[in-house]
């Protein structure tokens, strides 16, 4: 049983804007550090985003005036807001609890016109 679900990849156009979600089946993810990484077809998977439990965040250089990572606690879910999207942003995007080294399934982003 996945303890963590990703949703709302798909397909948009460059400039486009997604949420991704990332559900948590079983613990509460508002205890923990929440990551985001992508990973692009033939490439290593990279860091793209994380909330900490006192709700800080870090985001990657390459697209922190873009991308925002937000906290909701009652719906035990982390949402990665992206906007203005680039070609280079296409990538299976995965949610990350490291306590537990719980990776979720991923959701696929494709950005093309």
């Known amino acids: 049983q996945a303890q963590l679900v990703e949703s709302g990849g798909g397909l948009v156009q460059p400039g486009g804007s997604l949420t991704l979600s990332c559900v948590g089946s079983e613990r509460r993810l508002a205890q923990w550090t929440i990551r985001w990484y992508r990973q692009a077809p033939g490439k290593q998977r990279e860091?793209?985003?994380?909330?900490?439990?006192?709700?800080?965040?870090r985001v990657a250089t390459s697209v922190q005036d873009r991308f925002t990572i937000t906290r909701d606690v009652y719906a035990n879910r982390v949402d990665l807001q992206m906007t203005n999207l680039k070609p280079e942003d296409t990538a299976v995007y995965y949610c990350?609890?490291?306590?537990?080294?719980?990776w979720g399934q991923g959701t696929q982003v494709s950005v093309s016109s």
């Open positions: 860091f793209v985003a994380e909330i900490y439990v006192n709700a800080k965040t």
């Open positions: 990350y609890l490291g306590q537990y080294d719980w």
